[in-house]
C-alpha cells in the first residue's frame, strides 16, 4: 500500500469529527451530570405527560419516568403517537436499518472468508440495531442497556480489526484481545451501576469512537485506490453529519421545528451508512495484505469488496 498523504477534505471532516464530538461530550456531562439538570428534565417530562406528548398513561409499554427501570432519557421524538405498542416509531423503525446493514455487510462478503474479528462486527452491529429497537419501542432502562452495551463491544471489535489490519492470516492477537475484553468488561459495569449517568457512557463510546478514526484515518492516507479511499471519506462524512444532528436535537429538543424533523432517526441513517462505508474500506483493506487483489463492487449505497483471486480460507 504506497503511501500517499491525506487530503485537505479529509482533514477538515476530521476537524469537524472531532469539534462537534468534544462539544457533544462536554454538553452531555454538563446535562446530566448535576442533579438539577436530572430534575428539570423530570420536570419537563410531567408537564410533556400531562399535554399527552411523552409517553402518555394508558399505552401498553407506559413512559419514560413512570415507574422505576425506565430509561434514563426520553428522545425528542413524540411517544405513543403513531400506535400504542411502539413508544417510539420513527426512532424504533430507523433502528431496523441498522440490523438490515449489519446482515448485507455479512451476507456480502461471505465469499472472501474473512476472519473471526469481522464476524464479532457483523454481529456487533447487528445486536446494536435489535438493542436500538426494543429500547426505542419501549424506553426500558433494561433496553437501553440493550442499546447501549453492544455499542461499547462492537467498538472493542472494530479496534482490533484496525491494529490487526496488517498482520499476517494466521496471526493472532491474544494480548490485545485479552486488554480490550477486560476493558471492555470494565467500562460495561459504568451503565449498570450508575444507571442515571448517561454521560458515562458517551465519554466511553465517544472516545473509543475517535480513537479508532484516528487509527483508520492513518491507513487511509496509506492506500492508492479511490474506490476504497471514496468509502472511507464518504463514511466518515456521513458519521460526521449524523453526529452534529444528533447533537443538534440533543441540546435543542424544546424547539417546535426540531421536535418535527425526528433528527435522532435520522442518526440512526447517517450511522448505518457511516459504519457500511468504514466497515467496507477496512475489510479492502484486509483482503489487500492477504493479497487478493481486492476491488469494490457495486452502488452505492450498497457497494461491497470483492476478490480478484481465488479465495482460499483465512484463519
Not at 170 to 188: D, E, H, K, Q
Not at 235 to 262: A, F, I, K, N
Amino acid at each position: 500500500m504506497p503511501y500517499l498523504t491525506s487530503s485537505p477534505r479529509l482533514d477538515v471532516v476530521m476537524l469537524i469529527l472531532a469539534i462537534t464530538s468534544i462539544s457533544m461530550i462536554v454538553n452531555v456531562i454538563v446535562l446530566n451530570a448535576e442533579g438539577a439538570g436530572a430534575e428539570a428534565r423530570s420536570a419537563v417530562r410531567d408537564t410533556a405527560n400531562s399535554d399527552g406528548r411523552h409517553g402518555a398513561r394508558g399505552t401498553v409499554f407506559g413512559g419514560v419516568g413512570q415507574t422505576a427501570g425506565f430509561a434514563n432519557h426520553d428522545w425528542c421524538e413524540a411517544n405513543y403517537v403513531v400506535t400504542p405498542w411502539c413508544a417510539e416509531f420513527w426512532n424504533t423503525a430507523t433502528s431496523c436499518v441498522l440490523l438490515c446493514v449489519a446482515v448485507f455487510a455479512w451476507a456480502a462478503h461471505r465469499s472472501l472468508q474473512l476472519e473471526a474479528r469481522f464476524t464479532c462486527a457483523f454481529v456487533g452491529f447487528g445486536a446494536v440495531g435489535a438493542g436500538s429497537v426494543f429500547f426505542h419501542a419501549t424506553l426500558w432502562h433494561s433496553a437501553q442497556l440493550a442499546d447501549e452495551l453492544p455499542m461499547l463491544w462492537v467498538s472493542a471489535a472494530h479496534t482490533y480489526i484496525i491494529v490487526a489490519t496488517e498482520d499476517k492470516p494466521g496471526r493472532r492477537r491474544t494480548s490485545l484481545a485479552a486488554a480490550l475484553f477486560t476493558g471492555t468488561v470494565l467500562v460495561s459495569l459504568l451503565p449498570v451501576f450508575y444507571p442515571q449517568r448517561q454521560d458515562l457512557f458517551l465519554l466511553a463510546f465517544g472516545v473509543a469512537t475517535l480513537v479508532n478514526i484516528f487509527l483508520s484515518t492513518s491507513l487511509h492516507s496509506r492506500i492508492s485506490d479511490s474506490a476504497a479511499r471514496r468509502l472511507y471519506e464518504l463514511g466518515l462524512l456521513s458519521y460526521v453529519v449524523g453526529v452534529v444532528l444528533w447533537l443538534v436535537e440533543r441540546t435543542h429538543c424544546h424547539q417546535p421545528l426540531v421536535q418535527r424533523l425526528q433528527l435522532h432517526a435520522w442518526w440512526h441513517l447517517c450511522s448505518a451508512l457511516g459504519w457500511l462505508y468504514i466497515c467496507t474500506f477496512w475489510i479492502y483493506l484486509r483482503c489487500d495484505v492477504r493479497r487478493l487483489r481486492p476491488f469494490v463492487g457495486g452502488r452505492l449505497p450498497l457497494e461491497s469488496v470483492r476478490a480478484g483471486v481465488a479465495v482460499a480460507k483465512a484463519m
